[in-house]
Each structure stands twice: as structure tokens, then as C-alpha cells.
């Protein structure tokens, strides 16, 4: 168990990072939860989890502006005193061809998905070296290291992000800081409802183990590159995608 250690996570209200903040849960750790509109489904969750600790934060912050994701962190800091864990989750996707996207869509989807992403990183690095302690651990995509078709802008900003966690381990590893990626593959989320049901079947097929990912599975390797048993692993990008590239 983790008790007074801290973990935050970025774009936590539902998916792939309410399953993330229940498994830390789990685990023992105090929980800072963050959504940007989400307020229902965040107030939700953080009465879900309550039921179990109290040790359980929820913020609204929109963590792509600099200033409200320093909102987000120092509400972690005043209730909890620091942050062990930073999880940037916060992500967007965006479906279609790319000469159909407008410089609105390229700003909008860069700055949820790779902003918030430095923006929090940077917040939570200088008290990491001074406690020579930390874990940080971004939510990537496989299609950041394969590209996809009608996926352009996600794949770009999800290739971004693993160049990022690559250099900043570097960077931090003197400091006893490690950072990684979790590169998924398809993962049974809300994100997925843009396909029918045919679309679903068919893209399953497509995968080795013939079905896709649960929130469960990309949580509990969140959680183990947390712990003390991961503590030689960073710089890495690794695939949760059974079998996909």
C-alpha cells in the first residue's frame, strides 16, 4: 500500500482515467481527479470513490492554459502536500481526413493532448528534483508510433508525446525521476462510439487477440509503473495494444 502518496490525473472524469484513479484507489494512494467540462460525471465519480477514501480530490481545470492546470496542481499540493504520481490523461481524438481539418482543429487538438501534457509536466518536475522523486506517466497511443489514416492530428500530437516522455527521462533520470508512456491501442471506451457496431466487429478482427483493450488493463500497468518494482523502467513507450502493431 501507498498511503500519503499522491497521484494526479489529468482528464480523470470518466474511461481510461476513471479506471486509473480506482485503481490507485486501490492501491492505497490519495487521489486528485480533473476534468474540463466534464462537472457531472467528475462529482460522480469523486462520490464513487469516496465511498471507499476520503482521501479524494476533484478539480475543474481546463489543464491546456497554463494557469488553471497551476490551479489543478496547487489544489493537490494545499490538500495532500505534493504530487508522487502525475498521470497526463487528458486527450482528445479526432476523426476525418486531414485536408479537411482547419487550423482550429490543429490548435484544439495540440493543445489538449500535448499541452496539457507539458504544461502539468512542468508544474510537477521542480518539486520531483528536489524530493529526487517521481513518477510521471503519459497516456499515448499506438498511432503515435504508427501513424493512422483519418487520425493525422491524433497521431501527430500522440508521436509528440513519445518523443517527449523519451527526452525528458532522459533529463530527470538523475534525479531518480522516470517517465513513460502508455502507447494504447483500441480500448472499449466512449472515444470508440463514433463506429457502429459492423465497424467495432470489423476492427476486432484486426486485432491478434481478437478483441479490444478494457480501461482495466491500460490502469493496473499505470499503477505498476508507479511502484517501487518499475523504479529502473523509464523512457519507455509501451504497447497495450494485444498484438495490434
Given at each position: 500500500?501507498?498511503?500519503?502518496?499522491?497521484?494526479?490525473?489529468?482528464?480523470?472524469?470518466?474511461?481510461?482515467?476513471?479506471?486509473?484513479?480506482?485503481?490507485?484507489?486501490?492501491?492505497?494512494?490519495?487521489?486528485?481527479?480533473?476534468?474540463?467540462?466534464?462537472?457531472?460525471?467528475?462529482?460522480?465519480?469523486?462520490?464513487?470513490?469516496?465511498?471507499?477514501?476520503?482521501?479524494?480530490?476533484?478539480?475543474?481545470?481546463?489543464?491546456?492554459?497554463?494557469?488553471?492546470?497551476?490551479?489543478?496542481?496547487?489544489?493537490?499540493?494545499?490538500?495532500?502536500?505534493?504530487v508522487d504520481v502525475?498521470?497526463?490523461?487528458?486527450?482528445?481524438?479526432?476523426?476525418?481526413?486531414?485536408?479537411?481539418?482547419?487550423q482550429s482543429d490543429?490548435?484544439?487538438?495540440?493543445?489538449?493532448?500535448?499541452?496539457?501534457?507539458?504544461?502539468?509536466?512542468?508544474?510537477?518536475?521542480?518539486?520531483?528534483?528536489?524530493?529526487?522523486?517521481?513518477?510521471?506517466?503519459?497516456?499515448?497511443?499506438?498511432?503515435?508510433?504508427?501513424?493512422?489514416?483519418?487520425?493525422?492530428?491524433?497521431?501527430?500530437?500522440?508521436?509528440?508525446?513519445?518523443?517527449?516522455?523519451?527526452?525528458?527521462?532522459?533529463?530527470?533520470?538523475?534525479?531518480?525521476?522516470?517517465?513513460?508512456?502508455?502507447?494504447?491501442?483500441?480500448?472499449?471506451?466512449?472515444?470508440?462510439?463514433?463506429?457502429?457496431?459492423?465497424?467495432?466487429?470489423?476492427?476486432?478482427?484486426?486485432?491478434?487477440?481478437?478483441?479490444f483493450g478494457k480501461?482495466?488493463?491500460?490502469?493496473?500497468?499505470?499503477?505498476?509503473?508507479?511502484?517501487?518494482?518499475?523504479?529502473?523502467?523509464?523512457?519507455?513507450?509501451?504497447?497495450?495494444?494485444?498484438?495490434?502493431?
Amino acid at each position: 500500500m501507498n498511503l500519503n502518496k499522491t497521484v494526479l490525473i489529468t482528464g480523470s472524469s470518466r474511461g481510461i482515467g476513471g479506471a486509473i484513479a480506482e485503481a490507485f484507489l486501490k492501491d492505497g494512494y490519495n487521489i486528485v481527479i480533473n476534468a474540463k467540462k466534464s462537472e457531472e460525471e467528475l462529482k460522480t465519480l469523486e462520490k464513487r470513490l469516496k465511498n471507499h477514501s476520503e482521501s479524494v480530490l476533484a478539480v475543474m481545470a481546463d489543464v491546456s492554459v497554463y494557469e488553471e492546470a497551476t490551479k489543478l496542481y496547487k489544489s493537490a499540493c494545499e490538500k495532500f502536500g505534493s504530487v508522487d504520481v502525475l498521470i497526463n490523461n487528458a486527450g482528445i481524438s479526432h476523426f476525418g481526413l486531414f485536408s479537411d481539418t482547419t487550423q482550429s482543429d490543429w490548435q484544439n487538438i495540440i493543445n489538449t493532448n500535448l499541452i496539457s501534457c507539458m504544461n502539468m509536466s512542468h508544474l510537477v518536475v521542480p518539486d520531483m528534483i528536489s524530493r529526487k522523486s517521481g513518477r510521471i506517466i503519459n497516456i499515448s497511443s499506438v498511432w503515435g508510433i504508427s501513424g493512422a489514416s483519418c487520425e493525422v492530428l491524433y497521431s501527430t500530437t500522440k508521436g509528440a508525446i513519445n518523443t517527449f516522455t523519451k527526452a525528458l527521462a532522459k533529463e530527470l533520470a538523475p534525479s531518480n525521476i522516470s517517465v513513460n508512456a502508455i502507447a494504447l491501442g483500441v480500448i472499449d471506451t466512449e472515444m470508440n462510439n463514433n463506429l457502429s457496431e459492423e465497424e467495432k466487429h470489423a476492427l476486432a478482427e484486426e486485432i491478434p487477440m481478437g478483441r479490444f483493450g478494457k480501461t482495466e488493463e491500460a490502469a493496473s500497468l499505470a499503477v505498476y509503473l508507479a511502484s517501487e518494482k518499475a523504479q529502473y523502467l523509464t523512457g519507455q513507450i509501451i504497447t497495450v495494444d494485444g498484438g495490434f502493431l
